[in-house]
């Protein structure tokens, strides 16, 4: 069963997830899903449509990002207080957090800062930040999915980020397996593989397929994800 729900996560704002239930009820931890810069819930949903045949799955629009509110205000921290508030409105025990690119960021926080939240964390494609030469890309035309001044506000915190990420990182107490995308990837992979080396449990999953392993190569995505989940 699948259903798009808005749920108000404080200061105003409310998120939609699209969630998918089993046909058949499990013990099976719930798996919450956040997507990258400019992707939406639907981003995962060859993912979400293998994983909830066991399991309930909740893909997420972050703020700014399809159909959750578009404050015109943006951060990684706000992305992760808004999370943070979905899930104590949802109520449920601790998730399995799943997250790419900008969503990975946004779970590390979120597993840092509440970690009682959090049971298990894959990381998809995500370095520890470092500085690096700004390249903001010009705004496509058209419509877009999400509000570009998610763009023009977090770029900045991933083009120059906060020096205290090593000390975020490290309180992030769930067992977390990182899928780097290998060397196609424009993440550069010596920053996910230090990624692993300074989260306290950490292993890394290489699948040869770019930035968007999900998406490029979903079925060995899949299995990584299932086989670590299901441990």
Do not use: K, N
């Not at 449920?92 to 939240?117: I, K, M, N, Q």
């Not at 890309?137 to 763009?151: H, M, S």
């Not at 010596?190 to 979903?218: C, F, K, Q, S, W």
């Amino acid at each position: 069963m699948v259903s798009v729900e808005r749920v108000d996560v404080g200061g105003g704002v409310h998120l939609s997830h699209v969630v998918r239930r089993p046909a058949t009820a499990s013990g099976a931890r719930p798996v919450v899903l956040l997507p990258g810069t400019g992707m939406t819930a639907r981003d995962w949903d060859v993912v979400t449509a293998d994983l909830s045949s066991d399991r309930t799955t909740h893909a997420v629009d972050l703020r700014g990002h399809g159909g959750s509110d578009r404050p015109g205000t943006y951060s990684i921290a706000l992305m992760a207080a808004d999370v943070v508030g979905l899930l104590d409105a949802l109520g449920e025990p601790a998730v399995d957090l799943v997250g790419h690119s900008l969503g990975g960021l946004v779970a590390c926080r979120l597993a840092a800062e509440r970690p009682a939240l959090v049971r298990r964390l894959v990381l998809e494609d995500v370095g520890v930040p470092h500085r690096r030469t700004p390249a903001p890309p010009a705004r496509p035309e058209g419509g877009l999915p999400f509000d570009w001044a998610v763009v023009e506000q977090v770029r900045p915190e991933i083009d120059d980020p906060d020096p205290g990420w090593g000390e975020v990182l490290r309180r992030v107490a769930a067992p977390t397996l990182v899928i780097g995308g290998g060397e196609t990837s424009h993440v550069p992979q010596e920053h996910v593989r230090e990624l692993v080396r300074v989260l306290p449990v950490g292993r890394l999953t290489v699948i040869d397929a770019g930035h968007l392993v999900h998406a490029t190569e979903p079925e060995q995505f899949i299995r990584a994800v299932r086989t670590f989940l299901d441990e």
